[in-house]
């Protein structure tokens, strides 16, 4: 990618005011991206690819994140394949597998916006977005690492991420090494093999399926926007969203899970007392 010169810069300013000015909206209303260079602890060489991964399709300009998010999602998948491959010698492919992709999920990228202040920069037309984005740092409070899938996330604020990385790879002429270095702090705090958390789905079957007890999903979210858990015909969890069918899932296998763990332990507590007395 050639040099951007002064005159395009010019012009891409004025497309931007034009098209500002066309909705009624001043330049002013456009996020200045001094700041976030800063944040990244990297400088541009190329401005434009700053410009652009800050710069949502829902603006209309012509142009957009997109290109540089395809991008800084596989350079992502590679860092982290690179990284764990060395940190891990002894995991086999599958648990590399699921590892990295609790880093480079949406929610995970998602936190690292919004702990970082990425997403005042965006420049975007989603009148949602602000709201969304609010509720979202408000949900991720209660679990400070992952929710795995309890909450509702913004996709916009992971593909930031991915966009900005793929243009600093653009930028430094595809090193990934320099990437990583800038980023690397950036998505702390990295999940690691101890503090890898079992979806909450797969974490019920598996301890049912210990106890040889049945598991069943009621589907709710057309009439209520939820779901009921019965476990051996049993109603041990519940769990809504009205937003995403996915996350009300989810939500009913947590709270499934959180109930028939504390059944077990009460079970297996009376049982070891009748033993005790028996003996």
């Known amino acids: 990618m050639t040099a951007i010169t002064i005159e395009t810069l010019k012009e891409q300013q004025q497309i931007i005011q034009q098209q500002s000015e066309s909705a009624g909206e001043s330049t002013q209303s456009l996020p200045s991206l001094d700041e976030v260079e800063q944040i990244l602890g990297y400088e541009f060489n190329n401005k434009r690819l700053l410009e652009e991964a800050f710069t949502h399709a829902s603006l209309g300009l012509g142009f957009s994140n997109e290109r540089l998010e395809y991008v800084g999602d ?141 598991v069943k999903f009621v589907d709710l979210w057309k009439e209520s926007t939820g779901f009921d858990v019965f476990v051996d015909d049993q109603l041990v969890g519940r769990g809504k969203c009205s937003l995403k069918k996915e996350i009300a899932h989810n939500r009913a296998a947590k709270d499934a899970l959180d109930n028939i763990l504390r059944i077990l332990d009460e079970k297996d507590t009376n049982i070891n007392i009748v033993e005790e007395r028996n003996v």
Request: net charge positive; proline share 6%.
């Open 74 to 214: 596989s350079v992502l998948n590679l860092l982290f394949t690179k990284q764990q491959f060395f940190e891990y010698p002894d995991l086999p492919p599958g648990a590399l597998t699921r590892l990295r992709a609790a880093n480079v999920d949406t929610e995970k990228l998602a936190r690292a916006t919004v702990k970082h202040g990425l997403h005042r920069y965006l420049r975007h037309k989603k009148p949602l977005l602000k709201e969304q984005i609010r509720q979202f740092s408000e949900e991720i409070q209660r679990y400070p690492l992952h929710s795995n899938g309890l909450v509702d996330v913004p996709k916009a604020l992971a593909d930031l991420v991915e966009s900005t990385i793929g243009a600093v790879f653009i930028d430094t002429n595809c090193s990934i090494d320099v990437v990583w270095k800038v980023f690397k702090d950036l998505l702390e705090p990295i999940i690691r093999r101890e503090t890898l958390k079992i979806h909450p789905v797969t974490q019920l079957y598996e301890v049912c399926q210990k106890r040889n007890l049945k």
